[in-house]
């Protein structure tokens, strides 16, 4: 499978730890996205990169959270000191191109439980 | 100031009939415009764009939509349900920047 990939698919964490999720690409994109989409919502967006360069950031993305790509490939994405507020299914995705109506690609998603 | 606004959150067909959601959006521009469908459990998937070429889309399985500027909509329609047709349905807007601005979605509900 060609596809975006994240890992892990879900993951459930206590109030105060830190997280680290991963997303894998289609290979040949050269900008990698991350959105959060919380029950009821649509996905809300929060940072990019193209290639290994971050371009973008959200005012949703707060200074307990950190996102890299250290050689344009894979992505990670750590949130620090985890709130209850934090759980929601963090989706990644990805593209081709360098302007704006670009498809992006999304991977299944890692969903997030904070108790 | 929500930029794109799904007009139902909820839209309830019977299999075989037409299925219509809406779609309005807000831009100084013309801006590139999505539909996606999320199934239970799965990534979500691109239907169509928009992207200033035709004003009427076509996109995978029988999905199509008309991008209106003078009513500033972009409504997704299928001239007949199938079952499988059931997820959830996002607008979706190039905000520049190429980041993405979401719809609150729309639940299609098929019965038989």
């Known amino acids: 499978d060609t596809g975006v990939s994240q890992d892990p698919r879900h993951k459930i964490t206590k109030r105060g730890q830190n997280v680290t999720f991963r997303c894998d690409p289609i290979?040949?994109?050269?900008?990698l996205y991350w959105y959060r989409q919380t029950l009821g919502q649509g996905p809300e967006f929060l940072t990019y990169?193209?290639?290994?360069?971050?371009?973008?950031k959200s005012r949703l993305l707060s200074d307990r959270f950190s996102a890299e790509r250290p050689k344009g490939s894979f992505s990670t994405l750590e949130i620090q000191r985890t709130e209850q507020g934090d759980s929601a299914m963090y989706l990644c995705?990805?593209?081709?191109?360098?302007?704006?109506?670009?498809?992006?690609?999304f991977g299944p998603g890692t969903r997030l439980t904070v108790l | 100031a929500q930029s794109v606004t799904q007009l139902d959150s909820h839209v309830s067909v019977s299999e075989g009939t037409p299925v219509l959601l809406r779609c309005n959006y807000s831009?100084?521009?013309?801006?590139?415009l999505f539909w996606y469908v999320q199934h239970p459990n799965k990534g979500l998937q691109l239907l169509l764009k928009y992207t200033s070429a035709a004003t009427l889309v076509k996109g995978i399985n029988g999905f199509e939509a008309e991008f209106k500027k003078s009513e500033t909509s972009f409504h997704l329609t299928k001239p007949s349900a199938h079952m499988s047709d059931a997820a959830e349905y996002f607008c979706?807007?190039?905000?520049?920047?190429?980041?993405?601005?979401f719809g609150k979605g729309t639940m299609l509900l098929v019965s038989p």
């Open positions: 995705a990805s593209s081709w191109g360098q302007t704006d109506g670009d498809t992006q690609y």
């Open positions: 290979s040949e994109h050269n900008r």
């Open positions: 831009s100084s521009y013309s801006p590139s």
């Open positions: 979706v807007k190039n905000s520049g920047y190429s980041t993405l601005t």
């Open positions: 990169f193209q290639n290994e360069a971050q371009l973008e």
